[in-house]
């Protein structure tokens, strides 16, 4: 379908009307929008220039969003499978067709297998309140499915976070702007987190000193005052010497310390030996930069620490979050706006947001349910062991052949013939080329829902702006429909959008949300939630030692250690796999798999590739724009190479993102990912991934 995005210029018509909507993307900035509909079609999307966050701008892949409603690959008619899996070959179907097939085969895996035989596997394709993840609770539960657990991101960070802190809830990112001294350590906020960016640069007008630690040298990077490049996965080894020049110094809050934590004798002893020049030979930096680190840390106030969820993403990506939540709490920064630590703010939605409305434990067999990681969805669909096995997976909001590590697992497992996959998508996707059944999904613009962020506070109103094309449907329609289907009766399996949304919002006039787009989430205007203590631990303070993670089997005490995919673990593998392998995010007209696919987004990347430095690409007799294999034992990739300064020596990169049936291979940046579960949190350490690289004619 033809469509410009051009602004009419035609001021209004009869036919003419705006909507108000949010960006749903797995983003923290979460920006408000507003769609120009005439007739029935959208012709227009640009920011909303009255959005107290995002403030009218909307990054290069959403200003393009008609693109995507509008691509003549877009998926209209649900789809039965007639080819070989993988193939993508599909004939249209009617609604009564598809869904006839899936409640027959469902209904014969359930009689067969019993219900959790089945496995939802779902993840933030919309972070929406209703369109993530609602009715399909009640739907999996009365059908006794497998219980999705885990995060691909999110839960690790909240996890470590808490085991200090009590709870994942830390200061307002926007707060940065009072901050003197900025630390976006593991965050490149201009790429990913790019509505915070004016912040900083308000706290910078203001005299701050901007410092970005991360192991590439990204945009973020080049735009800072001060960038600090530890190896990757030593950041802990940073903060313990951190630690040990606050304590060394007297750089301590004493005050706070004595009265808002416990611990504090036993992690001064733990640190003890962590002196700049041990961490320093850890991290492949200069004693003298950890210290300037340090002092500058302990000497500045207010002093702000900015981190996302990248770091979560190692074997010990919760002690990452665990130990750097210490660091505010010795110099006493949570007492001052512009202090603390900010990440995720996702732990404030209960201000006024109660998802638990559309759990439906009273529908589930007595026994209960087994759980699943997600991230370890290869090995539920390969392990001959797993009692009963997964005979039948839905999939919904995400395209796990991409996103999921050690993808090749996962494909494999898609391939089995047994195995019956419902896919509800939007495009044919890697994962949706393996379905049996394709049920059209609607876009954003199509759907009403409430978006809640988690980089800023706000609570976005999402207004359907059209109606979906062809027979496309939201998912909260899609499981009403597949609850028919099955023939069950229960009233809360049919509840409407409206229902379910004023069900679970407290404390929001909904009406004056919908008319204006946004509100603010019941919070005092100046967060500090930790400025007077009151810790929401057991002890009711900061846990420097936490007897909690004792009692789990964890060290109760911040400390580093290397992965076992890597110097010094069990199962290392760094002689046959040299480099360290990072799977970033540097594209900007594309978000996770959403948008390498279409014309204007994808290709304009240049497509995938590996990213080397000058020593390792000459010790490998690489040039710039060579082919080279990059493979470990999970997979392989050939790829074009690109040479810079961006990455320490040691360090390969393969941006994340692209679609396997999109560059000429079957294989993605996760073919080669590491699935090994995080330390705690429920995560997987896509991080700890080593590789080796070489010339394409060469040989492992």
Not at 105 to 134: F, H, I, K, N
Not at 417 to 444: G, I, K, N
Not at 652 to 675: I, R
Request: net charge negative; glycine share 10%; charged share 25%.
């Amino acid at each position: 379908m033809a469509v410009t995005t051009a602004p009419s210029t035609s001021e209004a018509t009869p036919a003419r009307r705006t909507v108000l909507g949010t960006c749903h993307h797995d983003c923290p900035d979460s920006c408000g929008w507003v769609v120009t509909v005439e007739g029935d079609t959208a012709v227009r999307l640009r920011g909303n220039r009255d959005h107290p966050y995002s403030r009218g701008e909307l990054c290069p892949k959403v200003n393009r969003f008609l693109d995507r409603v509008y691509s003549p690959d877009r998926l209209l008619h649900p789809l039965l499978r007639r080819g070989p899996k993988g193939e993508g070959d599909f004939e249209p179907v009617s609604w009564d067709e598809a869904l006839g097939a899936v409640a027959d085969r469902l209904g014969e895996v359930v009689r067969t297998y019993g219900g959790e035989a089945v496995l939802p596997w779902w993840d933030a394709g919309t972070q929406g309140l209703l369109q993530m993840s609602s009715l399909d609770r009640r739907f999996f539960a009365k059908l006794g499915a497998s219980r999705r657990t885990g995060s691909l991101c999110g839960g690790v960070a909240s996890a470590g976070t808490a085991s200090t802190n009590g709870s994942a809830r830390a200061a307002d990112p926007t707060d940065v702007r009072f901050a003197r001294l900025v630390l976006l350590w593991g965050t490149n906020t201009r790429l990913t987190n790019r509505h915070l960016w004016p912040f900083v640069e308000e706290a910078r007008a203001n005299g701050a000193t901007v410092v970005v630690i991360d192991p590439m040298r990204t945009i973020t990077a080049e735009s800072a005052d001060w960038f600090v490049q530890p190896l990757p996965g030593t950041d802990v080894a940073l903060m313990l010497a951190v630690m040990h020049v606050l304590v060394r110094d007297d750089l301590v809050d004493h005050d706070y310390v004595d009265r808002h934590t416990i611990g504090f004798d036993r992690l001064a002893e733990r640190v003890r030996d962590w002196t700049p020049q041990r961490a320093a030979a850890t991290c492949g930096l200069e004693a003298a930069e950890v210290e300037r680190l340090a002092r500058a840390y302990g000497t500045t106030s207010p002093a702000f620490i900015r981190t996302l969820i990248g770091a979560e993403h190692r074997e010990q990506g919760a002690m990452f979050f665990r130990t750097l939540a210490c660091l505010p709490a010795l110099t006493g920064a949570w007492r001052h706006r512009g202090g603390g630590l900010a990440r995720s703010v996702g732990a404030w939605f209960d201000a006024n947001v109660d998802d638990s409305v559309f759990d439906a434990p009273h529908l589930e067999p007595a026994g209960g349910r087994r759980s699943v990681n997600m991230n370890h969805l290869g090995r539920s669909l390969t392990d001959p062991a797993m009692d009963p096995p997964v005979k039948a997976l839905f999939v919904w909001n995400g395209n796990p052949l991409v996103s999921v590590p050690n993808a090749d697992l996962t494909r494999r497992g898609l391939a089995r013939d047994d195995l019956f996959t419902v896919v509800s998508e939007q495009f044919l996707t890697d994962t949706a080329r393996y379905a049996d059944v394709v049920l059209p999904a609607a876009t954003q613009i199509e759907q009403a829902d409430v978006v809640p962020a988690w980089g800023h506070l706000y609570l976005g109103w999402n207004e359907a702006a059209i109606a979906p094309p062809g027979e496309a449907v939201p998912n909260t329609e899609l499981w009403r429909r597949l609850a028919r289907a099955m023939g069950f009766t229960e009233p809360e399996l049919f509840e409407g959008d409206d229902s379910l949304l004023r069900s679970a919002l407290h404390g929001v006039d909904v009406d004056a949300l919908r008319e204006r787009g946004f509100v603010r989430l019941s919070l005092p205007e100046d967060l500090r939630p930790y400025a007077d203590g009151g810790f929401p631990t057991a002890s009711g303070k900061a846990e420097l030692y936490s007897h909690a993670l004792a009692d789990r089997g964890h060290d109760p005490l911040p400390t580093f250690r290397p992965p076992a995919e890597g110097t010094g673990g069990e199962g290392d593998t760094t002689a046959r796999f040299p480099l360290v392998l990072m799977t970033p995010k540097t594209h900007t007209r594309f978000l996770n798999t959403s948008y390498s696919h279409l014309p204007k987004h994808g290709p304009a990347e240049g497509g995938p590739f590996v990213e080397l430095d000058p020593a390792d690409a000459e010790a490998r007799g690489i040039a710039e724009g060579d082919v080279a294999r990059v493979w470990n034992d999970r997979g392989s990739l050939t790829l074009t190479v690109r040479i810079g300064a961006r990455l320490r020596p040691g360090v390969a990169a393969v941006p994340f993102g692209w679609w396997a049936d999109h560059h000429g291979q079957p294989a993605t940046a996760n073919s080669l990912t590491n699935d090994t579960l995080t330390d705690w949190g429920g995560g997987v350490a896509y991080g700890d991934t080593r590789v080796q690289v070489a010339a394409a004619s060469g040989s492992d």
